[in-house]
């Protein structure tokens, strides 16, 4: 099971999606040249195959495993942070006054593709630091950020977000946690959180919990939420980090995937807290951070379904089996030349390179949002807040078909656990769950991002691809082949829109029953634009004498996502304006 | 977890989908009625829910086990078969002259979903030992069937199918099993084959092998397989059997799911078989066969389908979160109010009758097939081999979504092992692989079953499809809206029809590229057709004072998948005809 991470694709991405030349010229990214992203890309690409990628296996087949209160990885996992903190990996994408690599944001999504691709498992460390260090970043108190942020930035440190509570999953208005203030300014925190992914472990010296709980006086539902930093070591009196805060991990959980990432059951029993911005405030600082958190697994989704295409095209290549249904050969043939599994082969890597063009283009805006000049901050901004959800609803309920399409190109093989493509099958699963479900993200997306400022960015979103369309329309043959899908699918998104905003407020149940339709179809056009966009710059690249094998499988993967993804908007659009009243009254 | 068996469901389809009047006219069923069938069904899923349903769990957990050449099974499953044996359930389909209850294929079919629901992994042993006696039935000489399909029937005996070897999965011709004549009229067979399911067990008193191998002077390919008959235990002098035949289990597979259900590698080692049949007729006694073994597999995505169904809505019912966004009642509510849940129990409720649906009717043509007059035979049997491959490969495809539905319906604790979704997610993995995989079933549809007749079944199938559309329109609303979907599908599907007869023979690799997207497109027309004629049944039993609220909800399935379902036929038709160039010539 090698892995290769695909940093020539990604670079392209990064050249032609992410609106790179504006983003380098942000003022952080002022010495940043895209020579300086590949160099660091294929460096981490090498790390993660040589140190990361071994350990899938094992670390699936042993997992996490709690031994007195005490989570222990499975074997070569620390060994291998180990390396990942030396070699400084966790500060790619931070800030340069705080330790970090200052790179941009796209490129650190690029970056958690490969670490995620090499292994999920070990992947989700370092994902949930970041989700801490975004959080103390935008919300924690000078003093807060001075203490913390280096630390978690090297990785010395590690971070985890806790939110969910066994009566608590989607709905963060039944959290129960309490939070008691304590004469000297700090809060005991108590109650149980659960699914806390890395909530204890050995790899980091210090893992920053970041809590959701309520204080005494606290308004009811989810306006009464606080956040909270909860170290597992709090500081000694010489400043060293010593004493165990009365916080632990009672179980882990016995999970379908990503087994070697441990996900506690943890206790807190008046362990000390400090609070994090304002009382109350903690559900508008889970939403500031939920954006990166989101468009992080979003990513991860792309980095399962890069895995699981590898591993299905090289077994594809060597298996010998039946001779070819045009009769061009009389003994059998490696299967990658039976019509059906290049079928599937190309749709895996349509799927794949679709998110990663969605992902990448996201993170262009998202760096746009936070560093762009004022002129450019809004409009970046909410075309940022638009398209996350697409990239974690559309990319992961995608990566969960690509395992999928990975086991069945392997036959009998591929349901033989050895054989490690079954593993992407299993670690796949949680993507459309976790940091919200695809339902949670159509929410956002119908409530939050289209029907609260009446379909304005919605409607920008339309005219950008309307606007490609025309480009695509002057290029070759595949060009407006895609041209002619994408005016297609848009034409069901601007349908589907008006219908959800003359709808929503009158009956609502029968909007949001098409609110998942909605996102699938949102998150298709999002990504065969982007492959327009690739199309487009990959023509432009051949025209100037580029590599014409890799460009013209781009103009490939774009021409194919068109002709067998694209037309899946016509259903969706069908099931959102047509959702027949037996879906909304049927007994159940 | 519980399951029960839904056999009101069943018994409706059964009654109004099989074309249950002329079967229960034919001879062998002349003294079966309705009635007879619901008895033994109900019978039956108490069994398995009482009996079978509680070691799912346990079986996964613990799985099947290989020591010291013994496989044991996980604890329980050798009492339950037991029990199994001692009621007689394996003979249900099987004639009354060896034993049978002499009861209808189509029952035969109910009673396989039943057992499949309640462990799939158990449902695997009777359902292989179905195989053998089919086989033997129709190719076993007079000596053979008095021999053997008494003790299969009531199941002291069980049976395996052995095709497979490394080099030889989909692709038969690559088989090298040997067969070598001995002077006793016996053939000493020697090889390796693999995948074996129940190839080595403790469950019954003997194991009926039928295994494909080559005589010494055979031709290369396919037209050099015969079938032999090699028994685990061998008849000793004086006709008990006690003697070991060589031949053994020496591995186990460890897989994804099916956990219990013995996956071997079979060493043969100068084992002596019996010839079935003619020398090197094998390929076409497996062709004879693969009929209903293939049936059965469709037959347990249907069961996998419908105890995910279960699971996923008593989860719905009791999991309480989140207001609802009509803003009906001020508190958290059972999720089965949020809308996107209901249209994911609703898509698997559509989906899952609607595959039994198919398979019922397709269960009533196997009957006429085999049974009926001479002018109903060769017409049922051609519909029954156009919708067999239809089966297998649309409602397993299926059976994998409805299971992750299943698990998105439950969350965070979807991916848990202990909740027991994930296994089905599991489990179902195999069904679209197994007894030929999706593509090989298309290539069976488009080739075998299109092709060759050159379009002639296809036709009729679509003129079988127009008659219900035009008493759809006659009927309620939701029937008008169920007929005119079918039309669009059914139009997708003979424009579909028409380009494959056109391409197939000078662009061989177009046609097959579009094969798989035709198995689904016809996959889905038949299942909405079938919930079509469902939703007649239901309207006309209304009107006869039937009960409402079953019926209606009969009439609300059927509207839903046509709604929800019914319009992907649209991508799937623009797949096959609009195949794009790209796709054939893209580079890998």
Same mark, same amino acid.
């Given at each position: 099971m090698t892995y290769q991470a695909p940093v020539r694709d990604i670079m392209f991405a990064i050249e032609h999606l992410s609106q790179w030349p504006q983003v380098e010229a942000l003022q952080p990214y002022s010495e940043i040249e895209l020579d300086d992203a590949r160099a660091a890309l294929e460096e981490f690409g090498r790390f993660c195959a040589e140190m990361i990628a071994p350990l899938s296996t094992i670390g699936d087949t042993e997992g996490a495993r709690l031994e007195n209160g005490r989570v222990v990885l499975p074997e070569g996992y620390k060994a291998a942070y180990d390396q990942f903190v030396e070699m400084g990996w966790q500060s790619l994408s931070h800030p340069t006054e705080h330790g970090g690599m200052g790179l941009p944001k796209v490129v650190g999504a690029a970056a958690t593709e490969i670490v995620n691709s090499a292994d999920m498992s070990f992947g989700l460390c370092p994902l949930l630091t970041n989700g801490a260090i975004d959080a103390l970043s935008i919300t924690g108190s000078e003093a807060q950020k001075a203490f913390y942020l280096d630390k978690l930035i090297t990785g010395r440190w590690s971070g985890t977000m806790n939110l969910t509570e066994p009566q608590a999953g989607s709905d963060l208005s039944r959290v129960r946690c309490k939070a008691v203030p304590q004469d000297d300014g700090t809060y005991a925190i108590s109650g149980t959180k659960i699914f806390i992914t890395f909530g204890e472990h050995d790899l980091s010296e210090n893992i920053v919990h970041l809590v959701l709980a309520r204080t005494p006086?606290?308004?009811?539902?989810?306006?009464?939420?606080?956040?909270?930093?909860?170290?597992?070591?709090?500081?000694?009196?010489?400043?060293?980090?010593?004493?165990?805060?009365?916080l632990g991990c009672v179980s882990l959980e016995h999970k379908l995937g990503v087994r070697a990432s441990p996900t506690a059951v943890m206790e807190y029993n008046n362990a000390t807290g400090y609070l994090v911005g304002e009382e109350n405030s903690g559900l508008r600082y889970m939403f500031i951070m939920m954006t990166s958190a989101r468009y992080a697994v979003g990513v991860q989704g792309v980095a399962i379904a890069e895995r699981a295409y590898q591993h299905a095209l090289s077994y594809a290549r060597d298996r010998v089996q039946s001779r070819p249904v045009d009769g061009s050969a009389q003994d059998a043939v490696p299967i990658i030349q039976h019509p059906d599994v290049r079928r599937m082969l190309l749709r895996m890597r349509a799927l794949t390179e679709g998110g990663r063009a969605l992902a990448i283009a996201t993170g262009g805006w998202l760096d746009l949002a936070e560093h762009g000049p004022e002129a450019v901050r809004a409009e970046a901004q909410s075309m940022a807040e638009f398209l996350v959800p697409l990239v974690k609803g559309f990319c992961t309920e995608r990566a969960v078909e690509v395992a999928s399409l990975g086991v069945q190109i392997h036959g009998g093989m591929g349901f033989i656990e050895e054989t490690g493509v079954a593993q992407f099958y299993r670690d796949a699963r949680i993507l459309p769950i976790y940091e919200g479900t695809t339902a949670i993200q159509a929410n956002d997306l119908?409530?939050?991002?289209? %029907?609260?400022?009446?379909?304005? &960015? !919605?409607?920008?979103?339309?005219?950008?691809?309307?606007?490609?369309?025309?480009e695509l329309s002057n290029g070759g043959a595949a060009a407006q082949r895609i041209a002619q899908r994408l005016a297609e699918a848009r034409l069901a998104f601007t349908a589907? %829109?008006?219908?959800?905003?003359? &709808? !929503?407020?009158?009956?609502p149940n029968r909007a949001y029953a098409g609110s998942v339709p909605f996102l699938m179809l949102t998150g298709n056009l999002a990504t065969g634009w982007q492959l327009g966009l690739s199309?487009?710059?990959?023509?432009?690249?051949?025209?100037?004498?580029?590599?014409?094998?890799?460009?013209?499988?781009?103009?490939?993967t774009a021409d194919i996502f068109a002709q067998q993804v694209l037309v899946e908007c016509a259903a969706e659009h069908s099931r959102i304006t047509d959702t027949g009243d037996s879906l909304l009254t049927a007994t159940l």
């Open positions: 006086d606290a308004p009811e539902g989810v306006r009464g939420l606080s956040l909270f930093v909860v170290p597992k070591l709090l500081e000694g009196e010489g400043g060293e980090t010593a004493l165990r805060n009365t119908l409530g939050r991002k289209v %029907l609260r400022d009446g379909g304005r &960015t !919605a409607r920008r979103f339309a005219e950008m691809i309307a606007a490609t369309e025309g589907s %829109l008006d219908h959800l905003l003359a &709808t !929503a407020g009158q009956d199309a487009l710059a990959a023509e432009a690249e051949l025209a100037k004498g580029g590599d014409a094998e890799f460009l013209q499988a781009k103009i490939a």
